[in-house]
């Protein structure tokens, strides 16, 4: 069974403080790894898309590894704002028809002035 | 980027109703798109895939006469939610996707039943 587990659930970090968040996935066929951003009721919003040969990535404050042979990933956050308080969401794509995911439950981010 | 366009935003109605949702691709033909619904605290899970043109595919357990999706052109896709009821209640999530392509997300419908 396709699966992604995310941890922490849940980070609670002082502003300006770096953090990073995990995900291991077993999901095959892999196509590709993504992370999102979901503010609370709103949908996610795309941050990093790493395909099989990519290790890491980069948007902004955000950077993304993957490891295709252990099947994990990371999302490292530096120097943390207010408005990075979101649900991050890691999101594995298999197939390169119809797109299939499987998504993570998400690390629940608080960052407190 | 890609920008994909859901409607309305908030939707609150008694029981009984039927509600439409729309998704718009904005700026790119979507050959593919997606509807997905979350509950508080949960991830995304996925209600069915449209081709357009063509019926959707839904996902075990999820029931087709109750979920109607339409998916008439390359821009546009509807869920409509029929004889809404309480249980329901939740956050509707579109995405849309060219062919290859990664799924692009809308901004959600807080559908609300009471």
């Known amino acids: 069974k396709n699966q992604v587990e995310q941890s922490p659930q849940s980070l609670i970090i002082l502003e300006g403080k770096n953090c990073t968040l995990q995900?291991?996935?077993?999901?095959?066929?892999?196509?590709?790894l993504r992370w999102y951003k979901q503010d609370t009721g709103r949908g996610p919003v795309s941050l990093t898309i790493?395909?099989?040969?990519?290790n890491t990535k980069s948007n902004g404050r955000y950077t993304a590894t993957l490891d295709a042979d252990t099947k994990q990933s990371s999302l490292h956050i530096t120097a943390s704002q207010l408005s990075d308080s979101a649900s991050y969401i890691c999101?594995?794509?298999?197939?390169?028809?119809?797109?299939?995911?499987?998504f993570g439950t998400g690390t629940r981010l608080t960052i407190i002035p | 980027g890609a920008v994909v366009s859901q409607h309305p935003s908030r939707v609150i109605c008694k029981s009984g109703t039927s509600v439409k949702i729309e998704c718009r691709s904005l700026?790119?033909?979507?050959?593919?798109m997606f509807w997905y619904r979350q509950f508080p605290k949960q991830s995304l899970m996925l209600m069915a895939t449209?081709?357009?043109?063509?019926?959707?595919?839904?996902e075990q357990g999820v029931e087709k006469d109750k979920f109607l999706i339409n998916h008439a052109s390359l821009t546009l896709s509807t869920l409509t939610v029929t004889s809404a009821h309480p249980e329901d209640s939740s956050f509707y999530i579109c995405?849309?996707?060219?062919?290859?392509?990664?799924?692009?997300f809308g901004d959600g419908t807080r559908l609300s039943i009471l």
């Open positions: 449209s081709n357009e043109g063509s019926k959707a595919t839904y």
């Open positions: 995900c291991n996935y077993t999901v095959s066929p892999f196509s590709n």
């Open positions: 790493m395909t099989f040969s990519e």
């Open positions: 995405s849309a996707s060219k062919s290859m392509q990664p799924q692009h």
């Open positions: 700026d790119f033909q979507a050959t593919t």
């Open positions: 999101v594995v794509g298999s197939n390169f028809g119809n797109e299939k995911l499987t």
